[in-house]
């Protein structure tokens, strides 16, 4: 596997819908831009070349984000792919399904529940919302959320953008009877 770039985003929710927010959100996703080792016409018929690429990816992808939340446990996790236009929607379902979320909830010592996911294929630039949910209950409203990310230059026709996003909170002033 033959990784580009790594780019982190870090983002800290401060002040929500006009008002302060009890507590500090930090968002945080780690994106890496990896060579497509698949391309072209029916490229999604062998995908024996991504075994292990998606455990190795969270692996790296949760070793570059957990500093940033300082210590603070991982309330909320996402991921998403977008897949250059050489490549095929399949190419990011392999490498962020299954391995992928093995190897993320080993870095973060649990996650009961199904890590929310997106991938899309498109060209340099574009950005993808990455949806984020609560690490033990997908269903917990108040925890419902997403930080967007961008690679500028990234995904080149050849390239595939892996993100991983943790989240310390969930939104900074859910609506209460969002509790269960």
């Not at 925890?143 to 909170?169: M, N, Q, R, W, Y």
């Amino acid at each position: 596997m033959e990784i580009r770039r790594i780019v982190t985003v870090v983002e800290d929710v401060l002040f929500e819908g006009g008002r302060k927010a009890e507590k500090r959100v930090r968002r945080v996703a780690a994106a890496a831009v990896i060579t497509n080792p698949s391309l072209g016409k029916n490229s999604s018929s062998n995908l024996q070349q991504y075994s292990g690429m998606g455990y190795e990816l969270g692996e790296i992808l949760a070793k570059e984000a957990l500093p940033y939340l300082k210590g603070a446990n991982v309330e909320n996790y996402g991921k998403a792919a977008i897949v250059g236009v050489d490549g095929e929607l399949e190419h990011a379902a392999i490498l962020i399904h299954k391995e992928f979320g093995k190897s993320v909830r080993e870095a973060i010592g649990g996650g009961k529940a199904g890590i929310p996911s997106t991938k899309k294929v498109a060209g340099p630039g574009t950005p993808i919302d990455v949806p984020v949910s609560f690490r033990d209950n997908s269903g917990l409203g108040t925890h419902f959320d997403c930080i967007e990310v961008k690679v500028p230059g990234s995904p080149k026709a050849d390239e595939i953008v892996i993100v991983l996003a943790f989240t310390d909170g969930g939104r900074p002033h859910p609506w209460s009877g969002w509790s269960e």
